[in-house]
């Protein structure tokens, strides 16, 4: 079982950078590839970047690719969100998710674990 909790959420001007970090408990952490998702209001929640164990692989959404990166420290059991050059299409909440299975998922149902969130608001 793994619990996710997200932080670094905020409120930043367009063009603002801003770290996010999902803080995972339990000793099996290395054992999930890990995802971030956001959703904004009305919209459905969507696949924003992944990572896979051991985070030799990465893959990205088009919309963020070039501006956001994740990373992860197993020895932290932290998975980290950087998102620069943000813009105000970006504002959603931001939920990091672990995947036993499969890596890079573009899906919510391909995770097996959520965080409850935090807020990014990036005003114009």
């Known amino acids: 079982q793994v619990q996710l909790v997200e932080s670094g959420g905020g409120l930043v001007q367009a063009g603002d950078s801003l770290k996010l970090s999902c803080a995972a408990s339990?000793?099996?952490?290395?054992?999930?590839?890990m995802g971030w998702f956001r959703q904004a209001p009305g919209k459905e929640r969507e696949f924003v970047a992944g990572?896979?164990?051991?985070?030799?692989?990465?893959s990205y959404a088009d919309s963020v690719k070039g501006r956001f990166t994740i990373s992860r420290d197993d020895a932290k059991n932290t998975v980290y969100l950087q998102m620069n050059s943000l813009k105000s299409e970006d504002t959603a909440i931001y939920y990091c998710?672990?995947?036993?299975?499969?890596?890079?998922?573009?899906?919510?149902?391909?995770?097996?674990?959520w965080g409850q969130g935090t807020q990014v608001t990036v005003s114009s």
């Open positions: 990572i896979s164990w051991g985070g030799g692989r990465t």
């Open positions: 339990g000793r099996t952490f290395s054992g999930y590839a």
């Open positions: 998710a672990a995947a036993r299975t499969a890596w890079g998922a573009t899906i919510p149902i391909s995770y097996d674990h």
